[in-house]
């Protein structure tokens, strides 16, 4: 029986690249439509502290991306994850393995980056062709149009490149309408591929510190992210973990011992964030 990691209602299962693969391709086999998720630290942070997301991730196939999740997970299930399957590096996998002809659709990034990632799919995986695409950078009022856009190309695969949450509830939004297979929340996949972005060397990401080299490059806007947002990832995985063991006994905890449920879990988040920091210290030190 597979290990499953809980957060509250999102269910992350262990599984290997190759397990995960198989998995995608059972869903193009079959006549459901399913979305995709991939969950880092980033992702687990928002997921608590906006319901709206929790819930649309918690209908989706959520993957597991990072060393922090894999932490998380040692620490709940004993056992971290047997592949990082970071969509960066999962979804051309995908693209690459996938002996179907797959018949997809881009959305997100800039309209300049989003068309040469059409024509880079089609180059480097010429089974399978881009029936239509369309930047990320449309407003509500453009949303149903899109939609039916994407609905009468019928593709089976849709890569959905505009960030979460934003990506993940316009996905669980329209899973209806959409008339697509297999929809998948891609992140920053578009500028990796039109090479608009750099990725990491690849010591860097063997090392497990690719997060190291996009803050490097990014700093003003990935700054608040690493620092405060790992004593947020901290935070809403012990919160998360308390509700599984014991459902919302710990909201009890809380309104009645205040002074101490925030001693408690501050430390709690303070010590698991040094964890993190020490972890990828001790990966880059001993990395070959």
């Not at 995986?125 to 695409?133: E, I, L, N």
């Not at 700093?219 to 992210?225: D, H, M, V, Y």
Request: net charge positive; aromatic share 12%.
């Amino acid at each position: 029986m597979k290990r499953i990691f809980k957060l509250g209602p999102i269910r992350i299962e262990h599984l290997t690249v190759d397990e995960a693969l198989r998995h995608i391709e059972s869903i193009l086999d079959g006549q459901d439509h399913r979305q995709v998720a991939f969950c880092n630290a980033h992702t687990a942070s928002n997921a608590f502290f906006d319901v709206g997301f929790r819930k649309a991730l918690s209908n989706m196939l959520v993957l597991n991306d990072g060393v922090a999740l894999d932490i998380a997970s040692k620490l709940a299930t004993g056992a971290t994850f047997p592949g990082n399957l970071n969509g960066t590096d999962f979804v051309p996998k995908f693209l690459a393995t996938s002996e179907r002809g797959l018949r997809i659709y881009l959305l997100g990034a800039k309209p300049d980056v989003v068309e040469r990632v059409a024509a880079q799919i089609e180059t480097l995986y010429p089974r399978h062709r881009v029936v239509g695409f369309h930047h990320g950078y449309f407003s509500a009022a453009e949303e149903a149009d899109i939609v039916a856009e994407i609905a009468d190309h019928a593709p089976d695969v849709l890569l959905v490149a505009m960030g979460n949450p934003r990506q993940e509830l316009f996905m669980d939004t329209h899973r209806d309408a959409l008339n697509s297979k297999l929809a998948v929340g891609v992140g920053a996949l578009f500028d990796f591929l039109s090479e608009t972005v750099p990725r990491a060397p690849e010591w860097v990401r063997r090392a497990r510190m690719e997060w190291l080299f996009r803050l490097s490059r990014e700093p003003r806007r990935l700054a608040r992210r690493y620092t405060l947002g790992a004593f947020a990832f901290a935070f809403a995985i012990v919160c998360f973990q308390l509700q599984n063991a014991s459902g919302l006994q710990w909201l009890w905890r809380k309104a009645l011992e205040p002074r101490r449920t925030v001693y408690r879990y501050g430390v709690g988040a303070f010590t698991f964030a040094l964890a993190i920091v020490f972890f990828h210290l001790h990966k880059a030190i001993n990395s070959p």
